[in-house]
């Protein structure tokens, strides 16, 4: 059954543009699908009204896109990631498709304000920080790039938590993000696939009487797709973020009525429901527990499969799969790809396994996002083996043959053949999702140039010295959309009058703005500017918090996730220094400052919530001594994420970049405060290094051990008492923290952070301690200085262009995926414009 090729004749109040198209539009959304007259209309009815009011202007750009890349057999990127971190959606969104102002004016015409409809939107918190958030932005890109795209994931019930700050500690709430419904997706449960789980494998003979494995699984769950459009700005392409929901087979309710064990079916319904129930709340850090390998192969199998259906439906031959698709992986997260293609290709599609693995290489590329030790992922051999029966088995596989061309390649070399195994067979057995992932892709990337020249001489230097064509750098970046256009619409108004709007997607443009340095009217707009962000900023810490801050202080801010290798303590022990500075001499003449801390810490990451408690209980003690007489105030701002991150960003004088050198892959919040003309104090650490190279060495404040330095310290045997025992200062600042004059007298409270620096300091803050309160005062005095402050700010800003995620995804589309532009056009065969 086919419906006959007629236009469908586009309304203008579903597409029209116009303010008064805009306005009846809104009211008609209102009245017919939140199905409210305005008497009764609630803020949130209001906002769904005016976000299916955007959803109906995207329409036909999504429909095109995939009109478009079917017609064509469009080759098509997918980016396969645990998290995505969209943040808000209207706001985006509307500068995606020009239509922000006018939509403004419509709405505020309509006597309803706007700005507070935007900021009623909450986010999908559906990743952690970096890693998510940086799968985001790739999205953002990879449509304004007009490159056709796949986002593919897990639709989390709950996602990040909401943090609390309940007495100076954290407390995590769960983030129930559908409550009010979301207009942003369609569930398409026609695309609904079947996963496998458990049980055994076996071999059969086939009609030809040849032998094949089979896999006969215990039970199996649905995977229901949910899609989210992605718009390019200012282009017709809207690509297909697609998360996967688990449901229960239809069959357990058979089940139930046949055995009459109601009860059992229901909670058989419940186990597999929990599969997509939360997004486990670790950055940086691996739990090791079955439910995330359910997660993991749930959402991997899902969007394989998703790609198998969309090969038919196109009629392209399975052996072309590599040709129709180049698959990202987010890190080892989706790893189990390697495996599960090659399961779906000559278990299910009946290819051979050379060709199959030639297929499944050339399809495959994996990024990696650490060197931490504590993030490798590795799975206990019993519990993969309970799970994934046959993928255990295709990983021996896989393994045989690999460990055979070692073999011929290193002779003679058993230690090197042990580490590079894709099993770890030195204790307990585990599966190495790192080793599998390098095995089966046909690229590797760190994502800052420091950080992949350390992959290549630690984590992965067998896998470097065995195949170096594999391995480059792809450094990573940001939209300016979201984090300029939208989130500082005054810099974005003072740059596009004086450089045109060019540089929104092509952002070296900016470069543009050095000409205006010596420009006095030009220097006071952007400096002035500043100020009235940081106002803002205040209003809302003087109404949150009741706590005051002069925007004539330096705004110095660290948000981030809360970890002992980013080291936000290292940040208080300098402002425990200033505070010491102040008691010994109450004159003292310093300059004023305001910290900002915000980010959440693993809810069962001890440490990270201690470190949040001492923040909390340094702010408590130095904003109320009348001896500081307010120059110095601490704030721990509470539930830091991507809609607050937009208010932080540009209010910014001072951003902290503090991790131990080696530690930090690339970072990605240090672009987005460099973009709005935030200086950076920071060390030689992930992409600050490529940061200060582009800003240039004078307009960045750098301090602390290097890479090298801390590695060769470590060598030595590094001992923080000898610091400690050398630096006066220091020893103040540690004896203070340790006298309980923090917590209210208590010496036990803090003891695990001060012992930990004590005896084994692992993160270096006692070795950079010196050099980083010495850079610290260095701000201080420039800060003095606000015409050449002022200067610094906006050549910072003016050389972040390679910081655009549209600069990385250039790279990655010309060096691994092998990808083009797709035009769609405005119009196309099923509809028409009345
Ligand atoms: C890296 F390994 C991980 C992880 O599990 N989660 C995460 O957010 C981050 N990251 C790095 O810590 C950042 O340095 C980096 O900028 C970001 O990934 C994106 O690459």
Known sequence: MQLRNELVRVEADRTGTTIDNLKRAFLENLYYVQGKPPALATLNDYYMALAHTVRDRIMQRWNNSAITYTENQSRTVCYLSAEFLMGPHLGNNLINLGLYEPMKQAIDELGINFDELIEEEGEPGLG??????????YLDSLAALEIPTMGYGIRYEFGIFKQDIRDGWQVEITDKWLRNGNPWE??????????????????????QGVYRARWVPAWEVKGVPYDTPTLGYKVNTANTLRLWKAEAPESFDFQAFNTGDYYGAVNAKVVSENITKVLYPNDDEIQGKVLRLQQQFFFVSCSLQDMIRIMKGQKIPMERFHEKFAVQLNDTHPAIAVAELMRLLVDQEFLGWDEAWAITQNTLAYTNHTLLPEALERWQIDLFRDLLPRHLEIIYEINQRFMDDVRVKFIDDDARLARMSLIDESGERYVRMANLACVGSHAINGVAALHSELLKQTVLKDFYEYSPEKFSNKTNGVTPRRFMVL????????????????????????????????????????????????????????KDYGVDVSIDSIFDIQVKRIHEYKRQHLNLLHIITLY?????????????????FGGKAAPGYFMAKLMIKLVSAVS????????????????????????????????????????????EASGTGNMKFAMNGALTIGTLDGANVEIMEQAGEENFFLFGLTAEEVRERKARGYDPKAYYNANPNLQLVIDRIASGFFSHGDKTLFQPIVDNLMQSDPYLLFADYQSYVECQD?????YRDQDKWTRMSILNAARMGMFSSDRSIQEYCDDIWNVKPVTVKETEGFCSAT
Do not use: M
């Open 487 to 542: 989130s500082n619409p005054r810099l974005t108004q003072l740059i596009t009058d004086r450089i045109g709007s060019g540089w929104i997607t092509d952002l070296e443009q900016l470069r543009q703005l050095e000409q205006f340095i010596d420009d006095p009217a030009f220097c006071q707009q952007w400096r002035s500017i500043k100020q009235a962000i940081k106002q803002d900023l205040a209003d809302s810490i003087q």
């Open 620 to 663: 408590e003690v130095i904003n109320r001594d009348p001896d500081v007489r307010g120059r110095i105030k601490v704030v721990f701002l509470k539930n830091y994420n991507v809609k607050f991150a937009q208010h932080v960003y540009p209010a910014a004088d001072l951003s902290e970049q503090i991790s131990t050198a080696g530690k």
């Open 186 to 207: 369609l569930a398409r449960p026609e695309w609904t696939v079947s996963i496998p789980f458990g049980g055994h494998t076996e071999s059969y003979r086939n009609s």
């Open 778 to 782: 260095r701000v201080a005095e420039a």
């Open 580 to 596: 010491n500075r102040i008691k010994a001499n109450p004159n003292i003449d310093i300059t004023p400052r305001t910290f900002l």
């Open 128 to 137: 952690n920080g970096g890693l998510g958030r940086l799968a985001a932005c």
